[in-house]
Antibody, heavy 117, light 112 residues
Framework: QVQLVESGGGVVQPGRSLRLSCAAS????????MHWVRQAPGKGLEWVAV????????YYADSVKGRFTISRDNSKSTLFLQMNSLRAEDTAMYYC??????????WGQGTLVTVSS | DIVMTQTPLSSPVTRGQPASISCRSS???????????LSWLQQRPGQPPRLLIY???NRFSGVPDRFSGSGAGTDFTLKISRVEAEDVGLYFC?????????FGGGTKVEIK
C-alpha cells in the first residue's frame, strides 16, 4: 500500500533553515508528481509546492517562492523541501502528497515545523 | 487565485441523518481539457487529509458509497447520505483546474 512518511520538522528560530523529507513506498515513485501542502495550527490547508515526476518542473506558492526549494531523489523514492529564511507564519504541519492527476490522492502523516525565537 | 468558499462552517448532524456541504468557486472550474478538477477531502481529528471524491463525483478507492459529489461550473456539493460517527471531522473542497491549487476553508461535521 502507498505510504508517505515525512520527517525533519522541529522548532527553529526565525531566519534559519530546515530541510523536510518524505519517504515514499508502495508505488512507482518516479512516475508521479509530488506536492507539499501545509496547515497552520487550527487553520485550513495551503498548497506549497509541486515537483514533476522527473524533477524537471517545479512550482511554488507566492508565499514561499524564493525561500523554499522542492526536490526529489528518485533513486531513494524521497521528496524534499528545503526551507530557508523561515518566518513565524511558516509555522504549520507540513504534508507531502502524491499527485493523482490534478488531485492529491495519498497524504503522509505530516511533520510539524514551529518557527519561534 | 481561485477562491473556494464553503458553507456551512459547521454542520451538527444526528447520526443516521444526511449532511450536505456546499463549495463555490470564484471562477469556473472547467479545464480546457473538458474536465472539472474539483475534489473533496476529509480530515478526521488528529489525522491527515484523505481524498474522498475527485473530478466532482468520482469516489476514491475505499470510500463508502454514502459519500457522493455533484455540481458543475462554480457550484459543488458533497453529500453524506447517513452520517456515521466515523464521519466526524473537517471537510475541504479543492480545485486543481487552475494554478495554484486552492482549498476551501473547511466545514466541520459533528454529531449532535
Amino acid at each position: 500500500q502507498v505510504q508517505l512518511v515525512e520527517s525533519g520538522g522541529g522548532v527553529v528560530q526565525p531566519g534559519r533553515s530546515l530541510r523536510l523529507s518524505c519517504a515514499a513506498s508502495g508505488f512507482t515513485f518516479n512516475n508521479y508528481g509530488m506536492h507539499w501542502v501545509r496547515q497552520a495550527p487550527g487553520k485550513g490547508l495551503e498548497w506549497v509546492a509541486v515537483l514533476s515526476y522527473d524533477g524537471s518542473n517545479k512550482y511554488y506558492a507566492d508565499s514561499v517562492k524564493g525561500r523554499f526549494t522542492i526536490s526529489r531523489d528518485n533513486s531513494k523514492s524521497t521528496l524534499f523541501l528545503q526551507m530557508n529564511s523561515l518566518r513565524a507564519e511558516d509555522t504549520a504541519m507540513y504534508y507531502c502528497a502524491k499527485d493523482g492527476g490534478r488531485n492529491l490522492d495519498y497524504w503522509g502523516q505530516g511533520t510539524l515545523v514551529t518557527v519561534s525565537s | 487565485d481561485i477562491v473556494m468558499t464553503q458553507t456551512p462552517l459547521s454542520s451538527p448532524v444526528t447520526r443516521g441523518q444526511p449532511a450536505s456541504i456546499s463549495c463555490r468557486s470564484s471562477q469556473s472550474l472547467v479545464h480546457s481539457d473538458g474536465n472539472t478538477y474539483l475534489s473533496w477531502l476529509q480530515q478526521r481529528p488528529g489525522q491527515p487529509p484523505r481524498l474522498l471524491i475527485y473530478k466532482i463525483s468520482n469516489r476514491f478507492s475505499g470510500v463508502p458509497d454514502r459519500f457522493s459529489g455533484s455540481g458543475a461550473g462554480t457550484d459543488f456539493t458533497l453529500k453524506i447520505s447517513r452520517v456515521e460517527a466515523e464521519d466526524v471531522g473537517l471537510y475541504f473542497c479543492m480545485q486543481d483546474t487552475q494554478f495554484p491549487a486552492t482549498f476551501g476553508g473547511g466545514t466541520k461535521v459533528e454529531i449532535k
